[in-house]
T-cell receptor, first 110, second 110 residues
Framework: QKEVEQNSGPLSVPEGAIASLNCTYSDRGSQSFFWYRQYSGKSPELIMSIYSNGDKEDGRFTAQLNKASQYVSLLIRDSQPSDSATYLCAVNGGNTPLVFGKGTRLSVIA | SQTIHQWPATLVQPVGSPLSLECTVEGTSNPNLYWYRQAAGRGLQLLFYSVGIGQISSEVPQNLSASRPQDRQFILSSKKLLLSDSGFYLC?????????FGQGTRLTVV
């Protein structure tokens, strides 16, 4: 069974710090990797996608992928209180549905 | 641009009553469509997905069913709700791996 594991948190960081969120996955055939942000009571919003090993940067967000270690991470630089949310890691292997982790709750303290 | 509509936003239903949740997508053709459920404090559970009209794959055996009568319409149904059916139901669409969610329906079975 395909699994995606995340630390549930909460992860607390001070405002302005770097938040580091981690995710591991079980299916070596996985090809696409995503990070979603979900505010309380709202639906998930896609914030990053990554498909090849290495880093991908978009504004304050950097996604990192290491397929050999089956590991994907999300770094949030200059964290803001508005970044406080649950971050979901999602993985799929081509034409299969996304498999989601249970999410990590991030709290940015002002 | 593509948009996804899901309704209603909230729903309170008695045990044993029927359920019908509808989702429509605009601005794209032949999308993959999904129904997920998120129970309180838990991750996203894939319920059904569809790669085309009339094609439904069920991931979790339960008293729910899904139908896709038109290319961009996806319906989640139940003949008799259980207390355990309470949760946050999310419709999503995808083209080329990335998935995008509707606003969600918060269902409370009482």
């Amino acid at each position: 069974q395909k699994e995606v594991e995340q630390n549930s948190g909460p992860l607390s960081v001070p405002e302005g710090a770097i938040a580091s969120l981690n995710c591991t996955y079980s299916d070596r055939g996985s090809q696409s990797f995503f990070w979603y942000r979900q505010y309380s009571g709202k639906s998930p919003e896609l914030i990053m996608s990554i498909y090849s090993n290495g880093d991908k940067e978009d504004g304050r967000f950097t996604a990192q992928l290491n397929k050999a270690s089956q590991y994907v991470s999300l770094l949030i630089r200059d964290s803001q209180p508005s970044d406080s949310a649950t971050y979901l890691c999602a993985v799929n292997g081509g034409n299969t549905p996304l498999v989601f982790g249970k999410g990590t709750r991030l709290s940015v303290i002002a | 641009s593509q948009t996804i509509h899901q309704w209603p936003a909230t729903l309170v239903q008695p045990v044993g009553s029927p359920l019908s949740l509808e989702c429509t997508v605009e601005g794209t053709s032949n999308p993959n469509l999904y129904w997920y459920r998120q129970a309180a404090g838990r991750g996203l559970q894939l319920l059904f997905y569809s790669v085309g009209i009339g094609q439904i794959s069920s991931e979790v055996p339960q008293n729910l069913s899904a139908s896709r009568p038109q290319d961009r319409q996806f319906i989640l149904s139940s003949k008799k709700l259980l207390l355990s059916d309470s949760g946050f139901y999310l419709c999503a669409w995808s083209v080329a791996a990335q998935a995008f969610f509707g606003q969600g329906t918060r269902l409370t079975v009482v």
